[in-house]
């Protein structure tokens, strides 16, 4: 039997991503923090229930990951059948596209990324996450 030739093809030029300014790193971040500490923690840190049996939000933070800002949610796990006491969910992602503007997105429960807008300000999508029901804890 002959051989199979491996043929040529095009493959697409991939666009290369924005890499983020540490200006806007920092601006993000503070803006963040006030937007977790005044707003998301309040809504969403309660103080636990002595009868509670179900997962409930202990902290709310957000972190870099490379042009990517991750706000993270760290769940309790009360019941005695829990594998770890503790463990984390990223619930929204702000992706930076270029010139100040973010591509937003939340978690779906199948554990894929629903991009929301594909670009928004800073302002607004921080407003977003604040009042937009998608990201509900």
Known sequence: MSKLRKAWKLSPVKSPKSSVPESIKEDLLAKATHLIEYHLKTRYVLP????????????????????????????????????????????????????????????????TWFEISAELSMEDSLKAIQDDPCFQL
């Open 48 to 111: 636990p229930r002595k009868d509670i049996k179900y997962n409930y939000v202990t902290n709310i933070s957000g972190k870099w990951n490379r042009s990517y800002f991750y706000f993270i949610a760290i769940f309790a796990c009360p019941g005695p059948n829990a594998i770890s006491p503790t463990f984390e969910r990223k619930f929204a992602r702000m992706e930076y596209v270029g010139e100040g503007n973010f591509a937003l997105a939340y978690l779906r429960h199948t554990g």
